[in-house]
């Protein structure tokens, strides 16, 4: 069965420094890895998805992840933080080939603080 | 394109009563999930519909049903309502053809149970 970890409720950066939100997945096959935000009373939004190919994923806002397959995580980064990515990140993944009783899981959500 | 819109946004109920709420998805996109969110436990899988049929069901009781229409709209229904169903529940539309799984959510429908 899947499964996706984020092993830190929250997390503090001050704004300006790198930030890194963890990850970790369990999938029987190949994944397709996904990361979400979701600001205040409102939906998730997506940021960006590892389908295949290189490694290192850019997405939305200057966010970025890495994909490593050995150590199964998918951990999102982003070089500068700005007070405005305080938000609740989410870590999906979705089992591929995507079959009939496939279904994107995510993860309990890093409660992300950036630090004025 | 317009995005996936939920309604209601808000909406207070009473122990024992029944909820209907709706999700018009983006144009195009033939699957719908629902999602239950609490602080507690995070998100979770409540069903997905694609044309018309169900096609994944999480842990959850009969209390909560849906069904989808043949322009892919979406309902969720919750019968004889509990304060643990207290949540934000979030839908999601996606286009299978794509074949990557990704989902595009509405902006949820906040429930709450006196």
């Known amino acids: 069965a899947q499964s996706v970890a984020q092993p830190e409720d929250q997390v503090n950066v001050a704004e300006g420094n790198p930030l890194t939100v963890k990850c970790t997945y369990s999938?029987?096959?190949?994944?397709?890895l996904f990361w979400y935000v979701q600001y205040p009373n409102r939906g998730l939004q997506f940021l960006l998805k590892?389908?295949?190919?290189?490694?290192l994923v850019k997405g939305s806002y200057g966010f970025e992840a890495e994909f490593n397959k050995s150590q199964t995580s998918f951990h999102l980064k982003k070089p500068s933080a700005l007070v405005s990515d305080s938000a609740l990140y989410f870590c999906?993944?979705?089992?591929?080939?995507?079959?009939?009783?496939?279904?994107?899981?995510f993860g309990k959500g890093t409660r992300l603080h950036i630090l004025p | 394109k317009a995005g996936v819109t939920q309604t209601p946004r808000y909406l207070i109920k009473t122990r024992g009563q029944q909820v209907t709420l709706s999700c018009s998805p983006i144009s195009g996109h033939r699957s719908v999930s629902w999602y239950q969110q609490t602080p507690g436990q995070g998100l979770q899988f409540l069903f997905e519909y694609f044309s018309e049929t169900q096609r994944n069901k999480g842990n959850f009781p009969g209390r909560f049903s849906g069904r989808q229409f043949s322009n892919s709209r979406s309902e969720m229904n919750v019968s004889t309502l509990e304060l643990g169903d207290s949540a934000l529940y979030l839908c999601?539309?996606?286009?299978?053809?794509?074949?990557?799984?990704?989902?595009?959510f509405g902006e949820g429908s906040r429930l709450t149970v006196l």
């Open positions: 590892y389908i295949t190919g290189d490694n």
């Open positions: 999938v029987s096959g190949n994944p397709y």
């Open positions: 999906a993944v979705r089992e591929r080939p995507m079959n009939r009783d496939d279904k994107i899981i």
């Open positions: 999601a539309s996606s286009d299978p053809a794509r074949n990557t799984g990704e989902l595009f």
